[in-house]
T-cell receptor
Framework: GENVEQHPSTLSVQEGDSAVIKCTYS??????FPWYKQELGKGPQLIID?????GEKKDQRIAVTLNKTAKHFSLHITETQPEDSAVYFC??????????FGDGTTLTVKP | DAGVIQSPRHEVTEMGQEVTLRCKPI?????LFWYRQTMMRGLELLIY????????DSGMPEDRFSAKMPNASFSTLKIQPSEPRDSAVYFC???????????FGSGTRLTVV
């Protein structure tokens, strides 16, 4: 089955700096890669996603990149704000329809 | 849309008791997923349905766990009998299509004492 590894497990940045979270996946059949943000006491919320026919996607301060050859994808957050502090999960989907999640990255943005 | 609705939000029960968790997915979403989240194991997929039919239940830990989806707007996850190691947050999620993002509910925090 699919295996997704996520790094780092914790990340602390100063407000205004950039944050990068990286994931690797094992199944070359995976073709859809969503990212979720989970705040305390809430369920994960989809923030951005990318499909295997695209190399990069951007939405305001967040962007995702995908390298299918190397089987890795990354989340980039620019101009971080305290409200970006949360746990971030990457995931990989195959055509089976289910997501395999990474272990999560706890991002802390210091004001 | 009100999103994915789960109930109850919190459940405290004694070991050996039956627990039923409920989920109402977003109308029109064909896929429904049950996940369990713990600090040790992260987000684990328990089971998922497509058009009310169970597709993959390989993540269900034991026969004590069962899930049903009698119609497109309702699903249950049942644990009988419950054990302390079942304590976790259980999330229900739904999605529109095979390769699309999930909408998660707020979760049910289960504590078995």
């Amino acid at each position: 089955g699919e295996n997704v590894e996520q790094h780092p497990s914790t990340l602390s940045v100063q407000e205004g700096d950039s944050a990068v979270i990286k994931c690797t996946y094992s199944d070359s059949a995976s073709n859809y890669f969503p990212w979720y943000k989970q705040e305390l006491g809430k369920g994960p919320q989809l923030i951005i996603d990318i499909r295997s026919n695209v190399g990069e996607k951007k939405d305001q301060r967040i962007a995702v990149t995908l390298n299918k050859t190397a089987k890795h994808f990354s989340l980039h957050i620019t101009e971080t704000q305290p409200e970006d502090s949360a746990v971030y999960f990457c995931a990989a989907n195959t055509n089976a329809g289910k997501s395999t999640f990474g272990d999560g990255t706890t991002l802390t943005v210091k004001p | 849309d009100a999103g994915v609705i789960q109930s109850p939000r919190h459940e405290v029960t004694e070991m050996g008791q039956e627990v039923t968790l409920r989920c109402k997915p977003i109308s029109g979403h064909d896929y429904l997923f049950w996940y369990r989240q713990t600090m040790m194991r992260g987000l684990e997929l328990l089971i998922y349905f497509n058009n009310n039919v169970p597709i993959d239940d390989s993540g269900m830990p034991e026969d004590r766990f069962s899930a049903k989806m009698p119609n497109a707007s309702f699903s249950t996850l049942k644990i009988q009998p419950s054990e302390p190691r079942d304590s976790a947050v259980y999330f229900c999620a739904s999605s529109l299509a095979r390769a699309s993002g999930y909408t998660f509910g707020s979760g049910t925090r289960l504590t078995v004492v």
